[in-house]
Structure formats: structure tokens, C-alpha cells
């Protein structure tokens, strides 16, 4: 997380500021204020607001101290996924744009919350002897034994792997167990207000449901005394005044148990509503297969004495047939897979950008997001350079970093790389740094870090997705003198002749032989010296590559010996 320091100074800029984080954080500020102050605190808040005062808004009305609660939510009965990263690095980049809003003066916090009291539905078939765990079907997860042997339950077992998984990433929050939550009496005093209000409760949840179901709902899942099993059966009876519910037991009978200290867990929607109430929730995002859950879920918390908390909705991510990405069917791009060709930074840029509209999440969109970010983040640091006296707030990079993006990138693009990779057929790091190391006198792996990282990424990218699907073809009679003229042109370039010189030489020629559009000059040399129809700037290309090399290459090509 960045400094205070970084975060303030900025408020009068995130008042006017574009990007969706800090429509968001607005949206929160006028919440707390809301919720939390009367009207003449209100005036008075809001001049102070006006003036950036906020340090002296929190000291002048303590109610402003009180931490500002944003959530994510987590189902432990599977491994972290692309979508709990994307939750929580979108929701941290409206936590940063809420504390650059408020001069970083108004206490936040994040709870990361594992619903780890849920039953268990099925046993996955991606663990050790997944025949063990057959008899702890519908037991609390935080019940069921781990099939790693590694913690005390799998639903441990699990919820170490999402703090690992968040970590990893430098997030920072706080974990919250809803075992924990039930059992230490965290809970109780919203469940007894839920037992009170039973009637309400169903009142708003019963029109939800088929009319089976409507007769049999009931909010409450009581945990069976005899089995352990978390039970979907009907309420027989409500005894507000003993805080109990009653129910028939199919291994027990007719049962009494509390509503609190965890003998009962609270069905979806009223959980939901549960869990805002009791921690007094102010953030949660969801998708957008949610929306109607959020509404019904928010009805609940106002019935339970709370507030439904601030938040929107995100579209979902789509696989390469625009179908929606289920983790069941296993299409669509895993975090796993991003991560084996590109930077965990450029998949937060791709979570930033337009998170309101369907996105393709499929491994082409990699290479692409991995250079937008570079690009963005060249932009923000050359605005430094040019001794811009505002902070870029409103891009990408400043949101991928939280406020505080390195004042480095990369010189070389992943295209680029790709394109170098491919034709030199390089195999490791060390043939690529062969290159590069002349292309950028006195680079390292050290002095470029993240270059080096990209050319690991670009390395496994083309194993994986471009040698297989390579295509050569022979030029045409036009692309042929084309490309001759193109030979003797750097021929001629002088032996300190940089990109840009050559890129020049390379549209002259491409004008010269008529190409139009003159893109097709550039697809030509791709598809011909390549094998593939894109790529970056080709006179970077041959500036890395080395004319000598590029020559040998267009000689081949006109051979017919690359696409034999």
C-alpha cells in the first residue's frame, strides 16, 4: 500500500477526476456523510470538504473517525481464481481513490471474508483421496478435514491459500472467517434481531422463490446437534424470547437450537445482509449476475437495523466464444495462465479498464493489455519529466500501484519481444538478452527488471500460442520488389542508424511501391518474414534484430526456405 504521503495533497483533484475509482469514492464520501452526520454536520462537514480539510472534518465530528469498511467476499470451497483478484484489486483501487479524495485522513479498512461455514456440497476431484471426505458432505468446511494434512480443516486449508493468493500480490486487508464470525458471537446481536423479524425477512424473500420452496424456506440453517451437517429444513417454531428456533432433525427429531454462537448459519440472501449489518459494511462490488442479490440483500440489511453498503456492479468476463466463463466449465483464461505471459500488473490494468462493459478474457488479450500498461505508465512518468505539477490520477498506472507507480518501465515492448523471439527462435532469456544487450548499451537483467520479466513471459507466449500457429507464405510479385528494395535500402543505412531511421526507410519504401493502405506494406512483411500477421514498429524490430541479421532473414523469406 502506498505512503500516506503519496495519497495526499489531492483532493481537489480527485473531486473533478474521471476515472471510475474515483466516481466510486465520491459516491462513498456522500454515504459516510449521509449516514453518519446530522444535517448541520453536514453543512459544516462539507465546507471543510471544500477547503481540503479533512484531518480537521475528522477531528471536529469524531463520528468521520470511525474506519470506513470496504468488503470482499470468498467462497472457500474452491481455489482462488481471475475473479477474486479482479474483486479485490478493483475494490482496493477505489479504497485508494477514497483516501487520495479525503487527504488520506478518514480511516479505511478492507476485509477479505471467507463464507467458510457453508456446507460442503461435493467433493472436488482435484484433491488427495477425495473419497475421504465423502462422509463430511454438507459440514461446515471449517469441519471437514483437510485432504492435504496441511491445517486443521479444509476449509483452513483453503483460506490459507486465499491469503497466500493475496499476498502475493501485496494487497492490503484484513481476513475475516464467517466461522469465526457465527461461533464468537460477532453475529448474535443481528440474528436475534433477524429472529424478531423473521416475519419481515420473509415477507421480502418468500415472492423470490417457487411456491415448493416458499413453503419449506426458512432464513435460518440450523447446524444439526447429532450429524454436524448445515441443514436446509424448515423453521417449525420461532421463540424470540429464548432466542431459539426449532426444527425437525431427519437424524434427531424435533430440535431446539440458539440462533446464536454458530448453531445456525444464515441461508444466501440473509447472510448476506447478515454480514452487512453486523459489520456495519460501507463498499462491496459485485457482478453483474448479482444485481437482483444486492437489491434483496440490501432490503434485508435495512430490515436488520443496517444500511446497505456503497458499491456497483461489474459485467463478466467472457471466453473466445463470448460465452460467459464459468469455473465448472473450465473455459475462459485462468490467473494461472495470465501469469505465465504477463505481469500481474498488466492484468490489474486489464481489471481497471471499462469494468462496466463484457470483456473477452482469452490468452490474446495478454500481449496487448501487457503493452497498453507500459504505455500508460510511460505516459505518467514522461508527464513527471516534463515537470507537470499534477499527479496523473486519472491514469491506469497510477491506479495498478495504488497511487505510487514505479518511474520505470521497460524500454522494449511486449510485441516487440514476441517479434524478436520469434525470429531468432530464442529459446531462453539469455539468447534474447544477446540482442537486447546491443540494442540498449550497458542494459541488464539487474538495471531492467522488468524487462526481463517480459521476456520470460514472451518466451512462454510463443511456445504456447505462436510457434504452433505460425503461417508463412510466399510474397506476391509487388511485395517481392517490395521487399528487394527494402533490402537494398539497409544495405545502404549508415552502421549507426537507429529506429526511427529505419522505420522512415521502411515507409518510403512501402509509398513508393504503391501499398494501399500502406498497413498492408506492414502485414506483408510480417506474414512473409514472420509468419504471422501482426507485429510492433518493424524498423524497431530490425534495430534489435541487427540489420545483418534482418537481411539473412529477407533472403530466406524470397527463398521460399521460411515457409518450405
Not at 453475529?187 to 419481515?200: S, T
Not at 415472492?207 to 444439526?224: C, D, K, M, V
Not at 491514469?395 to 523471439?421: K, Y
Amino acid at each position: 500500500m502506498s505512503s500516506q504521503s503519496t495519497l495526499q495533497g489531492l483532493s481537489t483533484q480527485a473531486r473533478d477526476a474521471k476515472s471510475w475509482p474515483f466516481e466510486q469514492a465520491r459516491l462513498l464520501l456522500e454515504r459516510i456523510t449521509r449516514l453518519r452526520l446530522n444535517g448541520a454536520e453536514r453543512d459544516l462537514a462539507a465546507t471543510l470538504f471544500a477547503r481540503g480539510e479533512f484531518a480537521q472534518a475528522v477531528q471536529t465530528l469524531p463520528a468521520l473517525g470511525k474506519p470506513v469498511l470496504f468488503e470482499t467476499g470468498y467462497g472457500p470451497s474452491g481455489l482462488p481464481h481471475v475473479g477474486t483478484f479482479g474483486e479485490v484489486a478493483r475494490t482496493t483501487m477505489v479504497r485508494t481513490a477514497f483516501r487520495a479524495l479525503t487527504e488520506d485522513a478518514l480511516p479505511t479498512r478492507l476485509i477479505a471474508f471467507s463464507d467458510d461455514m457453508d456446507g460442503l456440497r461435493k467433493v472436488p476431484g482435484n484433491i488427495p483421496n477425495p473419497e475421504s471426505l465423502e462422509p463430511y458432505l454438507e459440514m461446515p468446511l471449517t469441519v471437514v478435514p483437510d485432504p492435504f494434512g496441511t491445517h486443521e480443516s479444509f476449509g483452513a486449508h483453503n483460506n490459507a491459500r486465499l491469503r497466500a493468493f493475496l499476498d502475493s500480490f501485496g494487497f492490503e486487508y484484513e481476513f475475516y472467517s464467517a466461522t469465526q464470525c457465527y461461533r464468537s458471537g460477532q453475529f448474535d446481536a443481528v440474528l436475534l434481531r433477524a429472529l424478531a423479524r423473521h416475519d419481515e425477512l420473509l415477507k421480502v424473500l418468500l415472492p423470490t422463490f417457487r411456491e415448493e420452496r416458499q413453503a419449506t424456506y426458512s432464513p435460518f440453517l440450523p447446524i444439526s446437534p447429532k450429524t454436524g451437517k448445515v441443514l436446509q429444513v424448515p423453521t417449525l417454531s420461532y421463540n424470540v424470547d429464548a432466542g431459539t428456533i426449532t426444527f425437525d432433525d431427519p437424524d434427531g427429531g424435533p430440535t431446539e437450537v440458539p440462533v446464536t454462537g454458530g448453531a445456525v448459519k444464515m441461508q444466501w440472501y440473509a447472510d448476506w445482509a447478515t454480514r452487512w449489518a453486523a459489520l456495519g459494511v460501507d463498499y462491496e462490488m459485485a457482478g453483474k449476475d448479482l444485481i437482483e442479490s444486492v437489491k434483496l440483500s440490501g432490503r434485508l440489511t435495512r430490515i436488520l437495523g443496517g444500511e446497505a453498503p456503497e458499491g456497483f456492479n461489474y459485467e463478466l468476463f467472457l471466453d473466445e466464444h463470448n460465452q460467459k466463463i464459468s469455473k465448472t466449465k473450465g473455459n475462459g483464461f485462468s490467473m494461472e495462465e495470465w501469469l505465465r505471459y504477463a505481469t500481474p500488473e498488466s492484468l490489474a490494468y486489464y481489471m481497471f479498464q471499462s469494468p462496466r462493459s463484457s470483456k473477452r478474457l482469452y490468452f490474446d488479450v495478454a500481449p496487448k493489455a501487457a503493452d497498453e500498461y507500459l504505455q500508460q505508465l510511460e505516459a505518467f512518468n514522461r508527464k513527471k519529466v516534463e515537470g507537470s505539477n499534477e499527479t496523473q490520477i486519472d491514469n491506469p498506472a497510477w491506479h495498478v500501484h495504488r497511487g505510487a507507480p514505479p518511474e520505470h518501465g521497460s524500454p522494449v515492448t511486449f510485441a516487440l519481444l514476441l517479434n524478436l523471439v520469434s525470429a531468432a527462435d530464442a529459446s531462453t532469456k539469455e539468447i534474447l538478452w544477446g540482442f537486447l544487450s546491443r540494442y540498449l548499451p550497458g542494459a541488464t537483467p539487474a538495471s531492467e527488471p522488468l524487462l526481463d520479466h517480459l521476456a520470460g513471459y514472451a518466451i512462454n507466449y510463443y511456445e504456447d500460442f505462436v510457434r504452433p500457429s505460425k503461417v508463412f507464405r510466399a510474397p506476391t510479385d509487388q511485395e517481392r520488389a517490395a521487399i528487394l528494395a527494402l533490402a537494398a535500402k539497409l544495405k545502404a543505412l549508415p552502421a549507426d542508424a537507429d529506429a526511427e531511421a529505419i522505420q522512415n526507410e521502411v515507409f518510403e519504401v512501402g509509398k513508393a511501391a504503391g501499398f494501399e493502405p500502406l498497413r498492408a506494406w506492414f502485414s506483408a512483411l510480417y506474414e512473409v518474414l514472420l509468419g504471422q500477421s501482426q507485429g510492433p514498429r518493424f524498423g524497431s524490430f530490425v534495430a534489435i534484430f541487427g540489420v545483418e541479421r534482418t537481411l539473412a532473414l529477407i533472403e530466406k523469406a524470397l527463398a521460399g526456405e521460411l515457409s518450405a
